[in-house]
């Protein structure tokens, strides 16, 4: 090739060179523009992004249907009921094998918890005056039952042995359905 040739070969393939990174620099500002628009849609809908980061701060509503739930799930399935079975029948409350010992004690995790929902509940403003009535005769109901299990297990198949849950039922029956009427205004 001749020096003139090659000199219009370098600039020719100069000005592709320019061409293509002016369109590659097109390319990617609407790239950009493209991902800044996913980021703003998946941010807009709480799907990631900072929106979704942020916890809605629970409300008391939804806090004391947390507390129903705990006494359902944690004191009363996972506990009371199977320890009344426990006494009368030797197993849990659908027949399985029991570990007493361990249940008394996750009871005792739950326990724990329980005085956190008493702080929470005694910290109520006086609007739900009733409810935590009701809370306090259904926590001292669970502290009771809880102290004579502490204080006299069971053993499996001991018809001598009392644990009446009668109270701690009607209780949490009325908590309970305070709450769902709170929840329902």
């Given at each position: 090739?001749?020096?003139?040739g090659k000199?219009?070969?370098?600039i020719?393939?100069?000005m592709v060179?320019?061409?293509?990174?002016?369109?590659?620099s097109?390319?990617?500002?609407?790239?950009?523009?493209?991902?800044?628009?996913i980021?703003?849609?998946?941010?807009?809908?709480?799907?990631?992004?900072?929106?979704?980061?942020?916890?809605?701060?629970?409300?008391?509503?939804?806090?004391?249907?947390?507390?129903?739930?705990?006494?359902t799930?944690?004191?009363?399935?996972?506990?009371?009921?199977?320890?009344?079975?426990?006494?009368?029948?030797?197993?849990?409350?659908?027949?399985?094998?029991?570990?007493?010992?361990?249940?008394?004690?996750?009871?005792?995790?739950?326990?724990?918890?329980?005085?956190?929902?008493?702080?929470?509940?005694?910290?109520?403003?006086?609007?739900?005056?009733?409810?935590?009535?009701?809370?306090?005769?259904?926590?001292?109901?669970?502290?009771?039952?809880?102290?004579?299990?502490?204080?006299?297990?069971?053993?499996?198949?001991?018809?001598?042995?009392?644990?009446?849950t009668?109270?701690?039922?009607?209780?949490?029956?009325?908590?309970?359905?305070?709450?769902?009427?709170?929840?329902?205004?």
């Amino acid at each position: 090739m001749c020096k003139k040739g090659k000199w219009g070969f370098l600039i020719g393939l100069s000005m592709v060179l320019f061409i293509l990174s002016g369109c590659a620099s097109n390319e990617k500002t609407e790239e950009e523009k493209l991902v800044e628009a996913i980021q703003e849609a998946v941010k807009d809908s709480s799907i990631g992004g900072e929106a979704s980061n942020k916890a809605e701060k629970p409300t008391v509503e939804s806090t004391l249907s947390e507390i129903v739930n705990f006494v359902t799930i944690d004191i009363w399935n996972e506990a009371f009921v199977n320890i009344s079975w426990y006494a009368g029948s030797g197993t849990d409350s659908t027949g399985n094998e029991l570990d007493i010992e361990f249940t008394i004690d996750r009871l005792g995790k739950a326990m724990e918890k329980k005085a956190e929902y008493n702080s929470y509940i005694a910290g109520l403003d006086s609007k739900y005056d009733d409810i935590k009535q009701v809370w306090t005769k259904l926590s001292n109901e669970i502290d009771t039952l809880y102290a004579k299990l502490k204080e006299n297990p069971p053993h499996a198949t001991d018809s001598e042995y009392e644990f009446d849950t009668g109270l701690f039922k009607q209780y949490s029956k009325a908590f309970d359905s305070d709450v769902e009427s709170l929840n329902a205004q």
